[in-house]
């Protein structure tokens, strides 16, 4: 299903990136810095990259530009960027464009409202940082037939729970740090065992520690997500 550039949280050296492939299309998940370097190796040629951008900390957009940039003058291939939100949107041209001085016409900036392919079923908002209340989101997927939804950084699952039934795919985060604003592992551990034993696929993202969060998931029926060259 994804395949993860990165599944480490913000200060990791591989930070947070999934990815899949659709109609000749890269599609990614955020594009931290650390993912850009790992994209820029990739061999395969693509009709075009698209973007899905959960939120603007800089573990999630920081590599934004510079894949821009890189898919005009190296790839030769288009970039479109999908905020959730006209007010992400705002936020994202002025990253890209006044800070990072990327060309207008190398990339296209949509929101989520005005965004159709086969695979995207809609931006779901979370609560997340304050200093960004209102504008982190996760988002909802339809990938080779299954149900996928991917929660990007969010203090809570409740947001996405109406969405999760047998055979679908969440791919979550989880933390070993409680900082109040991702999902703190010991109070996640009940709804992993809920959501596996009901048939929902449960992989975990955005770690923080994985040696200390491989042993509290033991017996949970919940694994890492898949790094991609694994």
Known sequence: ??????????????????FFEADGQLILLDCPMSAFHKLRRFQKPYDGITVLVTHTHSDHCGGIPMLIHFAKHVFHVPVTVLAPTDEVADDLRYLIERLDGCSPDAYTLVTADAFSADWFRGAVPVDHAAALSGRCFGYRLHIAGQDVIYTGDTASLSPFLPYLHAGAYLYTEAACFDSGVHLYIEKLLPELNRLTAAGVHVYLMHLDDEDALAEKIKGTGAVFAPLFGA
């Not at 299903?1 to 999934?18: I, K, P, T, V």
């Open 1 to 18: 299903m994804l395949q993860f550039l990165g599944r480490g949280s913000a200060f990791s050296d591989e930070q947070n990136c999934a």
